[in-house]
């Protein structure tokens, strides 16, 4: 069965994967609060629809416009076989009660390293979503950019203490990096971009490695708060 939670996701979970992030843009704070509903009703009606999923998050954009979806599977196949069986009837009986939800894309990861405390027992107050895209698929430019970012947080000589953890993913597809951030708050985050420099961190060298690397394309920062998540019930 689905069990429905407010719990947010093991981004560490070592079974995982695949990890799946799409995008959707509803309009306004209203038919976010709708769509959340919608969403809730469909899953929770319905079996845990495969074995190789692990859990499904929704959040609300701080833009009050848009849905983040984040879902965890054991293999893109295990999504594959997913998208066969079950989840036409799902966006179906979304688009029924909230119509004209615009798909803003889904995005193919897998969780490349992370950085958190050992001793952090915080719960993210929101979730920032970092999007880098690089000029031309290149998985080694990928991991070396990530490994450079590691790099300059952990040698920062003021971290800003609202900072929670960072998960960072690669597309499959060798493009992009995506940093899923948990911060204390969203006012947290705006004090840290507030703070002297370009963006999060200190005027290092290891920063400025990290925002001249050959291919940069471009970035995309937006903020959320986790919503609703949906596991399998272990019961």
């Known amino acids: 069965m689905t069990h429905r939670t407010d719990t947010h996701p093991d981004l560490a979970r070592p079974d ?3 990890a799946l992030f799409s995008t959707w843009r509803v309009g306004t704070p209203l038919r976010q609060r709708e769509a959340v509903e919608a969403i809730a009703r ?12 692990l859990g499904y998050h929704v959040y609300t954009g701080h833009d009050a416009s848009t849905l983040l979806h984040y879902s965890q599977w054991r293999s893109p196949r295990d999504y594959d076989g997913f998208v066969k069986a079950h989840r036409q009837e ?11 939800v615009e798909r803003l894309g889904l995005g193919r990861f897998r969780r490349y390293r992370g950085l958190a405390r050992p001793d952090e027992t915080r719960v993210p107050g929101c979730v920032v979503i970092v999007d880098i895209e690089f000029e031309r698929p290149d998985p080694d430019r990928q991991r070396a950019w990530v490994d450079a970012v590691v790099d300059a947080l952990e040698s920062e000589p003021r971290p800003h203490p609202g900072g929670i ?31 002297p420099g370009d963006g999060i961190g200190s ?18 920062v937006s903020r959320y708060d986790h919503a609703i998540g949906f596991v399998p019930d272990r019961g």
């Not at 799902?90 to 004209?100: K, L, M, S």
């Not at 960072?166 to 507030?194: I, K």
């Open 42 to 53: 469909t899953w929770e009606r319905r079996p845990w629809p495969a074995g190789g999923l």
């Open 165 to 195: 953890s960072a998960h960072f993913h690669l597309s499959t597809d060798g493009t992009r990096v995506l940093n899923y951030a948990g911060w204390e708050s969203a006012q947290a985050h705006l004090d840290a971009l507030a703070a």
């Open 203 to 220: 005027a290092t060298d290891q920063w400025r490695r990290v925002q001249t690397w050959p291919g940069l394309k471009g970035t995309t």
């Open 90 to 100: 799902r966006v179906d009986e979304i688009d029924t009660a909230v119509p004209g």
């Open 16 to 18: 995982a994967g695949a």
